[in-house]
């Protein structure tokens, strides 16, 4: 019989059906036993009446039955408005243990104050089942989905690039090696020269959702070693407004689609209100931003680390934004051409032609105008000293490639943000980190 998921079992009043599930709870009464079963899209209660004699094994059989068992129940559903739980109950026929827990369970995952994140990560597939944190992955899912949905709209395609790669990519550095036959090979940074190599192949339009590999010693709570990028590329643009345009109009649609579908459990769950970002969203250069937070928060930095956004003028850019646009999203352009990889676009002045798309004050995206003139791109990679390295990224600019460019998000990172959670530990499926591996 197909599994029948708890959110659907309202279709079946009064019928025979079965129902799987994780055994969430029990309350053994003087005369009758509660059995709660869980599965991933709701819960339901099971009632079993002591004092029936048919009943004698099953009653036996839930007295000694360790919770987070998983069990397949046969029975009547019935409407019972008196039960808080949906409003409705089993009425089993007959319990099948189908896995059987210990009695002990390394944490107790339905309160989780106080239990080391560490624990959490080691046992994730018990932390996994809080409510709280498979919402996240139930969240993070839409968000996904609409940004897709929107792109497919777009008539966007999505391709699949190697993330085992010859060369190591974009700057030499942050890579991690690895052992490939009798020879070295590197986890992709990014899909970038892959996503430009399918401009130079006439795509046009395309998006990849993937993991994106970074050989970085950071330790904080938005850096982890391995992530999920998603990350977009269409040709034919004018200038990098036309990324930006992109960008944001996909970020207001499925912000507006989500807080649609799941905006009140985004609140009751996380406290955390999903603000649709008004259009267009604001724009600042790297040089009003700084100038702007010695005027209005009197917050000085060096000139000499002005090329980049500090972190704390990072943090403090999300106070800017709200202050100055009644906005939680900021692009950040004109950073100097000597700070950014050099795939990037720079005018005339050597003014670069991309940006950093900050949300509630942390960087979640990179992205602008590539440059697809053979030449210049040859000359800006000499200057990064990267011409060897990169000979087989510029044979694509050799044939004929169009003007284009796209951006790269980091989507644990941005569901981090959107869900005000303190580090992209609890939104990665699994954490990847310098100290962590593992399991
Ligand atoms: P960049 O290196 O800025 O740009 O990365 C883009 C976005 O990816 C996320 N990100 C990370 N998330 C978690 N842990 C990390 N260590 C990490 N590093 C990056 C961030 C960041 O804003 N090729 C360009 C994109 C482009 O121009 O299309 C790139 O990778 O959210």
Not at 39 to 52: C, F, P
Not at 54 to 80: C, H
Not at 139 to 159: A, T
């Amino acid at each position: 019989m197909k599994k029948i998921d708890a959110k659907d079992l309202h279709q079946y009043y009064g019928k025979q059906i079965e129902f799987s599930g994780f055994v969430d709870n029990i309350r053994d009464l003087q005369w009758v036993q509660f059995v709660i079963l869980r599965d991933s899209t709701g819960k339901v209660q099971v009632t079993i009446e002591k004092s029936e004699e048919k009943n004698k094994e099953m009653v036996e059989l839930i007295s000694n039955l360790p919770l987070e068992s998983t069990v397949k129940v046969s029975g009547v559903l019935m409407e019972a408005p008196k039960v808080k739980l949906n409003g409705m109950e089993l009425i089993p026929e007959s319990i099948e243990v189908t896995s059987k827990s210990l009695d002990e369970l390394p944490f107790t995952y339905k309160n989780l104050e106080g239990v080391n994140l560490d624990t959490r990560l080691d046992y994730r597939f018990i932390d996994l089942r809080n409510d709280k944190n498979l919402a996240i992955f139930q969240i993070q899912n839409k968000l996904v989905q609409y940004m897709r949905e929107y792109l497919y709209q777009k008539d966007f395609i999505e391709i699949h690039t190697p993330k085992l790669i010859g060369a190591a990519s974009e700057s030499g550095s942050e890579v991690f090696e690895v052992k490939y036959f009798d020879r070295k090979a590197y986890l992709a940074q990014s899909p970038q020269f892959y996503k430009q190599m399918a401009m130079a192949s006439g795509m046009s339009k395309i998006f990849e959702v993937a993991p994106a590999f970074r050989a970085e010693n950071s330790n904080t709570n938005r850096h982890a070693t391995e992530y999920t990028s998603f990350d977009v590329e269409f040709s034919y643009i004018d200038s990098f407004q036309d990324v930006m345009e992109l960008e944001s109009e996909m970020i207001h649609q499925s912000f507006s689609k989500v807080k649609e579908e799941m905006g009140d459990q985004i609140k009751d769950l996380f406290g955390s209100d999903l603000i649709i970002p008004t259009l267009p969203f604001p724009v600042m250069s790297l040089e009003e931003v700084y100038r702007e937070l010695e005027e209005r928060y009197s917050y000085h930095v060096e000139e000499s680390e002005k090329n980049d956004l500090t972190t704390e003028a990072e943090k403090l850019c999300y106070k800017l934004s709200k202050d100055k646009f009644h906005h939680e999203f900021l692009f950040v352009t004109n950073y100097p051409a000597e700070k950014r990889a050099f795939y990037h676009m720079r005018d005339e002045k050597g003014i670069l032609q991309g940006y950093d798309l900050l949300f509630r004050g942390v960087e979640i995206t990179t992205g602008a105008q590539r440059e697809h003139r053979y030449e210049e791109i040859l000359k800006n990679a000499k200057e990064k000293g990267l011409s060897k390295d990169v000979e087989f990224y510029l044979e694509f600019f050799k044939y004929g490639c169009p003007p284009h460019g796209g951006f790269g998000i980091g989507i644990d990172r941005f569901t981090m943000l959107l869900l005000g959670l303190p580090n992209i530990k609890e939104t990665q499926f699994l954490f990847r980190g310098p100290n962590r591996i593992e399991p």
